[in-house]
């Protein structure tokens, strides 16, 4: 486009001179030259971003450079579609409009101007093109709007022009000035811009409309003084072409005719041959001449985009034409040579090109009578989707799939189901794309896509579910389990084996969450995740176990022989992977809190992780040095395990957190010695935070207090765990964690005590939202409290309630909690 070719006018008023960098101006000029040619729009972008931070630039060379940058971000803006283009837009006007701002006094500071105002014109322009024949009026507001503002901007600019011509009567003073034979230059260039907006202003409008008229009319008048220039001169025959389309446009096709005649015979410049052709073309439809513009089209040159364009209007038309007519076998074989024209623009011309070629066919088959071939509704549904207009993009791919299908042309059928789906999914409409999706998969299950397609709807599922409060995830579960009925042995079945193990993790059902992510292979996506649920399922499930007073120590040996042959596996790789680093952690948890002696196995493992891991992520060595803690002070290796615990104070709020609820869940496992020096490190570091308040947040240091009395209550300091909690139940009376930790020292206590806890957690669970797990837990609790004090019709009261509310108890854990709570009391009547 002429707008975004600034150069065209700088090179007509000797601006080739000047300066575009310090090193070499010719050179660097071209270099942008050459990389936006290529399509390198960010790096050319990124260097004038560079050059322009250069402070030592010279006024000049920022004023060329300036413009530069805001060509490249135009023309980079006008190869996207326009949603994904706003910013280089914006970009592209703003900035030759800051240096004008900037530099108020620079004798030539109109170039920069009317970059900026070619920029905004160009923006007007492809909003005007994604809106294209579109049924919706008010979808040109925006690009008329954007026009407005470019003519306004070119009229003054003409305006600057005219003045400066009127006020030179004498040589420019200097070199930096302009001369009178450069201000006409760029008078002339300037009015044949302004021509072309107010073209593209009354293509926002009806045909015959007086909006339409008016524009074309102001139009006219730019180029007259512009067509007296010198014949031999590529802006006059430019602005002579600029005029037969505005005749066109006019409906007065004889004059623009006879016009275009004349031209011809004195003698078109090369560059200009397409544009005439395709000017000869849009004038012999305009006239109803079809086989004029066919013969014309026919040609192969000389071409150009405008000219591959006019020729697709062509074959549109005489597929229009036979459609009409019902010569079926003739319109489909315009309709063919439309597709492949459309094909041919986009391969020669780009994305900008392509797009418009693609809405032009889009609006054809919204007019055409007559079959329409599986392509070429395809070719339509993909300019629908481009223009916006996504029900029919929808509705078009949908077509041209059932198209495909009824010739067998079956993975074409497959490619534009899945099409309609995408598009579905990518405007939020879930439960469509979901139906699209799993249609699609069924359809044909063989397609290698089939399985991707199926994890697609069952995203979709997910997406439907968490738009839900609770969220229901029964229909995202059943799509997980058709996935791995339908293709048990596919790539994709290990990605729905740990979707499904994280939702029994999300269940606490940790027997089918360890069988379920045990599976997920190496090379899925979310392996990694899959080893680290993998792990927090075994423990959650020993846990579990010693709760209930059974044994963990086969599932504990089971889950080792598990993780470490994850962990042999990946030491076979030439560095270690985030999965043998999950793993890793995850085994001498393990090996602290469920294996006696398991202190020093723990502490190799982890040690020959960490020496031979140096790029090992930061965040997975501090959780490293959390497990050598217990690890090392278990074995009596107090002055190692002071180095790892200065480590992990030093890295903040999180990690002293994890580290405390590792010392408590090791020492609660530990016997003899071991829990011993557990508790004094674990008392002691609690203590160390809290002598520190400065180096942690009031959230932290709150959290360590209530750790710290829960340390005191387990360590045969029960009277001043229970003192400090009552101390700080007062000072944060609103804590629901506090009083949760009061009404459990209580519950431990004698008989008033446990009266006091019954009173504290139906005060908890009054304060807790229903459904919640704290809410879950203090009527659990409560229960609790209650068979102890032998008051066992209260307690089938308070867990009747919880069912009446919630009869699945929210969770696996609490539902097997509560239903051991009704055992005992039918066995206590």
């Excluded at 101006?25 to 050319?44: D, F, H, M, N």
């Excluded at 270690?576 to 948890?589: G, I, N």
Aim: hydrophobic share 45%; glycine share 6%; net charge negative.
């Amino acid at each position: 486009m002429q707008r975004l070719l600034i150069l065209i006018a700088a090179a007509a008023l000797g601006l080739a001179c000047s300066s575009l960098a310090i090193a070499d101006p010719a050179s660097a000029r071209q270099q942008l030259e050459q990389l936006r040619a290529r399509g390198k729009y960010a790096v050319a972008e990124q260097l004038c971003r560079q050059r322009l931070a250069d402070r030592e630039l010279s006024e000049a060379e920022r004023a060329t450079l300036t413009i530069e940058y805001s060509r490249t971000l135009a023309e980079h803006a006008r190869l996207l579609p326009l949603e994904q283009a706003a910013d280089l837009w914006r970009q592209a006007v703003q900035i030759p409009a800051g240096f004008v701002a900037e530099h108020p006094g620079y004798p030539r500071l109109v170039l920069v101007r009317l970059q900026a105002a070619l920029a905004q014109a160009a923006h007007g322009e492809s909003q005007r093109v994604a809106v294209e024949g579109l049924n919706d009026p008010a979808a040109l507001d925006e690009p008329r709007a954007t026009l407005r503002a470019a003519i306004a901007a070119l009229r003054q600019i003409e305006r600057t022009v005219a003045d400066d011509l009127r006020r030179r009567v004498r040589p420019a003073a200097s070199d930096a000035d302009f001369t009178q034979a450069e201000l006409q230059s760029l008078q002339s260039h300037v009015r044949y811009e302004l021509a072309q907006a107010l073209r593209e202003q009354a293509l926002c409008y009806p045909p015959g409309s007086a909006d339409r008229i008016n524009s074309l009319t102001q139009a006219g008048e730019a180029l007259s003084e512009v067509l007296l220039g010198d014949v031999r001169s590529a802006l006059t025959w430019s602005a002579a072409l600029e005029d037969v389309a505005r005749l066109r446009l006019l409906g007065e096709c004889p004059g623009a005719e006879k016009r275009l005649a004349t031209l011809t015979k004195q003698g078109l410049p090369p560059a200009l041959a397409g544009r005439v052709r395709a000017e000869r073309i849009q004038l012999a439809l305009a006239r109803g001449r079809l086989d004029e513009a066919l013969a014309e089209a026919g040609t192969q040159q000389p071409t150009s985009a405008e000219a591959e364009y006019a020729r697709l209007e062509a074959l549109v038309a005489a597929w229009q034409y036979d459609a009409k007519r019902q010569n079926d076998d003739r319109a489909a074989a315009w309709q063919k040579r439309a597709v492949d024209q459309v094909r041919a623009i986009g391969k020669q011309y780009g994305p900008y090109w392509m797009r418009r070629a693609e809405a032009r066919l889009a609006r054809a088959i919204a007019g055409a009578e007559g079959p329409k071939s599986a392509e070429t509704l395809a070719f339509a549904a993909a300019g629908y989707y481009r223009a916006g207009q996504l029900d029919e993009a929808v509705a078009a791919f949908e077509q041209a799939s059932d198209e495909a299908e009824a010739v067998n042309h079956i993975d074409d059928a497959f490619s534009w189901a899945l099409a309609a789906a995408a598009i579905e999914k990518e405007r939020g409409a879930y439960r469509k794309a979901l139906e699209r999706y799993r249609a699609a998969a069924f359809s044909t299950p063989k397609d290698p896509r089939a399985a991707e397609a199926h994890l697609l709807a069952v995203y979709c599922a997910g997406q439907l579910a968490r738009a839900q409060h609770p969220p229901d995830l029964s229909e995202y579960e059943q799509l997980l389990h058709e996935h791995l009925e339908q293709w048990p042995d596919g790539e994709t079945a290990s990605q729905a084996l740990g979707r499904l193990g994280r939702l029994a993790e999300h269940r606490g059902d940790w027997q089918t969450a360890v069988g379920m992510l045990g599976q997920v292979q190496p090379g899925d996506p979310q392996y990694e995740e899959a080893v680290a649920a993998l792990g927090r399922s075994y423990e959650a499930w020993l846990d579990q176990l010693h709760e209930s007073g059974e044994s963990g120590a086969q599932l504990a040996q089971r889950a080792l022989d598990q993780l470490e042959r994850i962990i042999g596996t990946a030491e076979a790789s030439p560095q270690p992977t985030p999965a043998s680093r999950a793993a890793v952690l995850a085994a001498a948890r393990i090996w602290l809190k469920e294996i006696p002696n398991g202190a020093l196995p723990a502490e190799r493992l982890v040690r020959g992780a960490l020496e031979h891991d140096a790029e090992a992520p930061t965040e997975w060595k501090l959780e490293a040095h959390v497990l050598l803690v217990p690890a090392l002070a278990a074995q009596g290796k107090g002055g190692q395990a002071d180095e790892s615990l200065e480590e992990v104070l030093a890295a903040g709020n999180d990690q002293v957190a994890a580290l405390l609820d590792t010392l408590t869940a090791v020492r609660r496992r530990a016997t003899g010695d071991a829990a011993t020096r557990l508790a004094e490190l674990e008392l002691s570091t609690e203590a160390q935070v809290l002598e520190n308040p400065g180096r942690f947040d009031g959230d932290t240091l709150r959290a360590v207090r209530r750790r710290h009395i829960e340390t005191l209550a387990e360590t045969g300091h029960r009277p001043e765990a229970l003192e400090a909690a009552q101390a700080l139940a007062r000072e944060f009376p609103r804590d629901g964690q506090t009083h949760e930790l009061m009404a459990r020292l209580l519950m431990q206590g004698n008989t008033a005590d446990r009266q006091a806890a019954v009173q504290k957690w139906a005060e908890v669970a009054k304060r807790s939202r229903p459904g919640t797990a704290r809410w879950f837990r203090a009527l659990r609790a409560l229960a609790r409290t209650q068979i102890d004090l032998g008051q066992a019709t209260d307690a089938r009261q308070t867990i009747d309630h919880v069912a009446a509310r919630y009869p699945n108890f929210g969770t696996e854990d609490f539902r097997r909690q509560f239903e051991a709570l009704l055992r005992e009391i039918d066995r206590n009547r």
